[in-house]
């Protein structure tokens, strides 16, 4: 599909551009656009990957490494990542993203944080002026299960309007995410203080992570309908 297209061209000039031989530990994001970063991945010369440590963000990225026989390492052990290239669910003009549309915010965040350099790869959708112009599923904020009422309160209180607990579709009841939590979506409309609406959430008592990426992200790259890669820093 086109927007598959757009994923891929965009997954492999990042791969190109920003996993240098080099390097020795990659962070690989979660999500549909990333199986494009790990395909380029594992079109590098063998000998550089058996040297390199690739360290997934959930079960998901963990799995398509250990599928492309790449070593898998974990945040724990390598504290000091090169680079980090994951997908968001959108973008601003300032590259403050959302994400954790694939609920794996919380170890995507440990991550990138962990890493020197931050790379988003997205298709054409992503790509907005403003938080919410195009995303309209609300903000990820990843729950202590037992407390997610209360959280659902506050952020009713912040001006979320029909925040909804994320409901799992195979699989009674809720998305229970990697770490063993629940994912409430809480639509903002327009967010044009992404950094401190994160400041806000994140102090909300049981909220565990929020899927508000600010001032993260040093470059993206938004992979268009006409094969053209949109490059924003
Ligand atoms: O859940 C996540 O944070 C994913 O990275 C998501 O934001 C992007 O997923 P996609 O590449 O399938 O659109």
């Excluded at 997954?11 to 656009?33: K, N, W």
């Excluded at 973008?91 to 993203?97: E, I, Q, V």
Aim: glycine share 10%; proline share 4%.
């Amino acid at each position: 599909s086109l927007i598959e297209q757009a994923k891929q061209k965009a997954a492999f000039q990042a791969v190109d551009e920003h996993v240098l031989p080099h390097h020795r530990v990659i962070g690989v994001g979660s999500g549909s656009t990333v199986v494009h970063v790990v395909t380029r991945l594992l079109q590098r010369d063998p000998a550089l990957n058996a040297k390199t440590v690739f360290v997934p963000t959930s079960f998901q990225s963990r799995g398509l490494l250990l599928d492309g026989g790449l070593t898998v390492g974990d945040v724990e052990q390598y504290p000091d990542i090169d680079v980090t290239i994951d997908g968001a669910d959108e973008c601003d003009s300032d590259l403050n993203a959302i994400k954790g549309g694939g609920a794996a915010h919380l170890q995507e965040k440990i991550v990138a944080e962990a890493a020197k350099k931050f790379v988003i790869v997205a298709d054409y959708r992503k790509d907005s002026k403003v938080l919410g112009e195009q995303w309209k599923h609300g903000v990820p904020v990843e729950v202590v299960p037992f407390a997610w009422t209360a959280v659902m309160k506050k952020l009713q209180a912040l001006g979320s309007k029909d925040a909804k607990l994320r409901m799992a579709m195979k699989k009674a009841g809720p998305i229970v995410t990697d770490n063993g939590n629940f994912l409430i979506d809480a639509p903002f409309g327009l967010i044009h203080e992404p950094a401190k609406l994160l400041k806000d959430i994140k102090l909300i008592t049981g909220v565990v992570e929020v899927g508000l990426f600010c001032d993260m992200a040093e470059i993206a790259y938004f992979g268009c309908e006409d094969g053209s890669v949109i490059i924003r820093t």
